[in-house]
């Protein structure tokens, strides 16, 4: 097949953004072929001089991390003091398709450049806007930083090991950030795609509480309501988890019992195995966790990793910056690249598409390189974008896609699709239902125990249901029929999977010509590791994830969730260029999304340091690059629980917002120390800083810490409970939650999307997440069977209404 030009190559986009979400939400656009102009003040954007080591970036010169991200970016001046070039950046926008925005930067002060007066001087444009709360809403010009946004999302509260009196610890790497750009990628594709058809521009006002929420914790406010309890209730360390070997860490799960039982029989202890009470392997494993260790101890992280590769049991060696371009499975993959302008090492595309090429990165642009070239276009205002200007009520209104996927990864690609107008089609079995409907604790002898998952809830409100045993000849064959009606194909089987039935991509593309087919792999369609187990945990550690999170004194501790979700953005994202792609051509793509790479892109910070600048990042507790003092203090009180056991998150990021803080506090002597006035003498008297101020709010509740100190606009927040996420003002103001009701299990909150479109709906259409098969008859009589064929298949266990096992 040939190679057909880059999806976006006719759009031009406008980054009035600062940080790594809006930086890493351009890459994206700039990867996919989009012309994206970065504007600067006439300072330079602070990434340009940013180094997460502290390595000093000589003066004319771009930091790595700036490099990676600006690649193939130009660069334009903008001071917004000055009226004409004002007058020359509203030029460039009468041309642009898009702007993304963020506060972060001088610009974003200007009366010019709210997101409001853009679209109403702009009415073709698609704004991006990326704030920590959202654009409306009681918390909307609220202090934070990713680290704070950590604690309210309740992302926090449930990592760490030991004594009561040690923190908790937040996810290293500022993922936030990263994870925030991936989905303002995808608002901003998805707005595009709508405005393709509407003729009509919108903000997109996304929030980064809220993607924290998407991305750090798993459905907690509708696990509580559904089944009264919450989702956890304590601090949780997987044994074995990450452990030493003999030559470095792996880390080993067990997701299931099944996986338990066999490593008991990998460790030489089949004694240990008790099938009686299969559902209490957390306890067992930590009760026998230094016989496991001591076994650990004595391999390699190979011999490990092999020896439980063959039990299948979900292993990967734990990754940092300085060993994850070294891993045989990456090397063979080609998932690093160089960098074009200073020859470092940095992770490739996060997919990869067998129509098109994605675009290879170009040099980052010196600062206002191209201002000249920019000013001299003269503006084709009068040109309107292209579209019917007929209202559509939804961005993915009329489009099929076919759901096999499974767990968190997939469903959540598949959900945003279903929440904003496709019809979704989630694909089970009576004997293999997606693993979410047995994640609630629900006894198997209650009736319909499979319909009362929170998590299979929250994760398929607005899909069907289709049941299919696709290892029958008759299953298959259904299922070639559905393909042929199915505009989208996304599925995250292990490769073998459908390989095995003859549905890879050159068979399917057979049966739809111009089908998008999804592949989700954990770790790719090729490499040594293709066919390893593949959770959340296991591509965290293989990536990077969890070597920047935990107590420096401790082994890294898996953030156990952001792999997951992370992993589906990326997805929709490869899939709304593949989108684009056909909008433009009528060709269908293979898009390759493995969670493995999209890991790796945002984790990237790590291996840039070090093949930059020799600089290995390593965790630091709840310490960071970017604030100081930052870190999580034990307040007065205790916790629902009755726990002593509440910690306050605060993170100073200016010199100004420490002395709002040693205001706050009451002025004592120790913060008037000259020293501590600016952030290289505030980290360097970081313990005596912690001493203090955790003094001070030991001996306060957490509410009133955050009273006073958000008041003074320092950069604050309790450590949140998840289940509690309900209750913020800011996530009732905004309509976060929506009430579902259920058949089966009544009426509970559920998440929808982190981001509000401006042109409607002002509510999103929520309806209840399927029961197993309700759309059986339905569906299947749309491809033209009779109500005796799909008697037959019922009666021959091809599909079904209620689990077979």
Known sequence: ??????????????????????????????????????????????????????????????????????????????????????????????????????????????????????????????????????????????????????????????????????????????????????????????????????????????????????????????????????????????????????????AIGCATAQQWFDLCA???????????????????????????????????????????????????????GANLTEMAHHAARGSFVKNPAAGFTQPGHPYRMSAFELTRPEPAPALGEHTSEYRARASSAEADPSGSNTPVALPFEGMRVLDMTAFWAGPSCTHVLAMLGAEVIHLESTSRPDGTRMIAGVPMTEELWWEKSPIFSGLNTNKKSLTLNIQTEKGQEVLRELVKTCDVLVENYTPRVLDQIGMDYETVSTLRPDIIMVRMPGFGLDGPWRDKAAFAYVIEDASGLTWLTGHPDQNPVEPYSIGDPNAGVHALNGLLLALAHRDRTGEGTLVEASMVDAALNVAAEQVVEYSAYGSLLERDGNRGPTAAPQNLYQTAGVDEFGRDDCWVAI??????????????????????????????????????????????????????????????????????????????????????????????????SHSTLPLRFSAGPAELPTRAAPLLGEHNTEILTGLGLSDDDIAQLEADNVIGRKLAF
């Open 1 to 250: 097949m040939s190679i057909s030009p880059t999806p976006l190559g006719d759009l031009l986009i406008v980054d009035l953004s600062g940080g790594i979400a809006g930086a890493y939400c351009t890459k994206t656009l700039a990867d996919g072929g989009a012309e994206v102009v970065k504007v600067e003040a006439p300072e330079g954007d602070s990434l340009r001089t940013w180094s997460a080591s502290g390595t000093p970036v000589a003066p004319g010169h771009n930091s790595a991390l700036f490099d990676h991200l600006a690649a193939s970016k130009k660069s334009i001046v903008v001071d917004p003091q000055n009226s004409e070039d004002i007058t020359a950046l509203g030029r460039l926008l009468d041309d642009a398709d898009a702007v993304v925005w963020s506060r972060d930067t001088p610009l974003a002060a200007h009366p010019d450049l709210q997101p409001s007066t853009l679209i109403d001087a702009h009415p073709h444009l698609v704004v991006t806007a990326i704030t920590p709360f959202g654009l409306e809403g009681p918390w909307s010009d609220r202090a934070a930083t990713e680290f704070t946004l950590q604690a309210w999302s309740g992302g926090i509260v449930g990592l760490g090991r030991g004594a009561p009196d040690r923190a908790p610890v937040h996810i290293g790497g500022r993922i936030g950030e990263w994870f925030a750009g991936a989905y303002a990628a995808a608002g901003t594709l998805t707005a595009l795609r709508r405005r393709a058809r509407s003729g009509r521009g919108e903000v997109i006002d996304l929030s980064m509480l809220e993607t924290q929420i998407q991305g750090l914790t798993y459905h907690p406010v509708t696990f509580l309501e559904l089944r009264d309890r919450p989702f956890r209730s304590e601090r949780s360390i997987f044994v074995p988890g990450v452990a030493q070997a003999s030559d470095g860490m792996v």
């Open 266 to 320: 990998l460790v030489g202890h089949p004694e240990w195995i008790d099938t009686e009470a299969p559902l209490a392997i957390t306890t067992r494993a930590a009760e026998l966790a230094p016989q496991i260790y001591e076994w650990i101890r004595a391999r390699t992280v190979d011999e490990v990793s092999e020896a439980a590769t063959d039990f299948r049991i979900p292993n990967a060696p734990v990754g940092n």
């Open 651 to 748: 993170a100073v990021e200016t010199d100004d917002q420490w002395l709002a803080l040693r205001d706050a506090i009451g002025s004592p002597d120790w913060a008037s120390d000259p020293e501590l006035a600016t952030a290289d003498g505030r980290r360097r008297h970081h313990d005596l800083i912690d001493t203090h101020l955790g003094g001070w709010c030991r001996s306060l509740e957490a509410d009133e810490i955050v009273d006073r100190l958000w008041s003074a606009d320092v950069p604050v927040a309790p450590v949140m409970q998840p289940h509690r996420q309900k209750d913020l003002a800011q996530l009732q103001s905004r309509g976060f939650f929506a009430a579902v009701d259920h058949s089966v299990n009544g009426s509970a």
